[in-house]
């Protein structure tokens, strides 16, 4: 589905990601774990192509990532949500039409797969926190995409709208799409994911099946960065090669 390769972005001062790999496979859940900082979102800009890297090799459903064809089937949540405060969730929905061939039935469904169905025609200045998560949410998904890349889409949300959020994920795996996520926390989207890639300080330092328990994931993450922190490079290196 998604192979990505020596993703390499500077920043000053020895900032970005370097060498960075990841790989999603169709109909999982991979989670991208990492600390304020680490270059999670780095890695995700660059790979839609929001950020130029300075180099990369990607491959998107066995193609070199062309960003005009590959982003018609790719679905994204990055960074704070924008809308426009005079519009409703509909109208921000409907304003999608001018680059996927969407029906409104097509509207309706995914604002009540979200839970704002009840709130369509209300202007998005109304709205909670939660609430544009969950616009911005539905945005991501209004075309039906076959990938969708989602940076810390947990990030301030209350108990109940993440209880939504992964019941629409597991939905939405079930149904065959790919979706990479991004988190700093490790019990929050933990249980989902099939897959896990740790990064820190834009490296990456783990990537493999997910552990069974959440605790061995936390042992795992902290053990990962203080082998790297330590320098132990055979700890590193052995990640490297699973």
């Known amino acids: ?3 990505i390769q020596n993703l390499t972005k500077r920043y000053d001062h020895n900032k970005g990601i370097f060498g960075f ?6 109909g999982t859940i991979t989670l ?3 600390p304020n900082g680490a270059g999670k979102t780095t890695a995700m800009r660059s790979i839609l192509h929001l950020t130029d890297s300075d ?4 491959v998107y459903l066995n193609e070199n990532f062309d960003r005009k064809k590959s982003l018609k089937t790719i679905g994204a949540m990055i960074s704070k949500p924008a809308f ?5 969730g509909f109208e921000h929905l409907k304003l999608m039409k001018a680059y996927y061939p969407i029906t409104d039935e097509r509207i309706q469904q995914v604002l009540e797969q979200v839970g704002l169905k009840e709130h369509q025609n ?6 909670s926190t939660g609430m544009k998560q969950r616009l911005d949410f539905a945005r991501a998904m209004i075309h039906n995409p076959q990938l969708l890349i989602l940076d810390e889409p947990f990030s301030g949300l209350d108990i109940e709208v993440k209880y939504a959020f992964k019941q629409i994920l597991t939905h939405l795996k079930n149904e065959g799409k790919s979706i990479l996520i991004s988190s700093h926390m490790v019990g929050d989207l933990s249980v989902l994911a099939d897959h896990v890639v740790i990064i820190y300080e834009g490296k990456t330092l783990f990537k493999g099946p997910r552990p069974d328990d959440t605790h061995d994931l936390e ?3 902290l053990t990962q960065i203080e082998a790297y922190k330590k320098g132990d490079q055979h700890e590193y290196l052995k990640s490297r090669m699973a």
């Open 32 to 34: 991208l774990l990492g």
């Open 21 to 26: 790999d990841l790989e999603v496979k169709p």
């Open 219 to 221: 042992e795992l993450y």
């Open 84 to 88: 426009y405060d005079y519009l409703t």
């Open 1 to 3: 589905m998604l192979s």
């Open 122 to 127: 209300n202007k998005v200045k109304t709205y």
């Open 55 to 58: 180099y990369d090799q990607i």
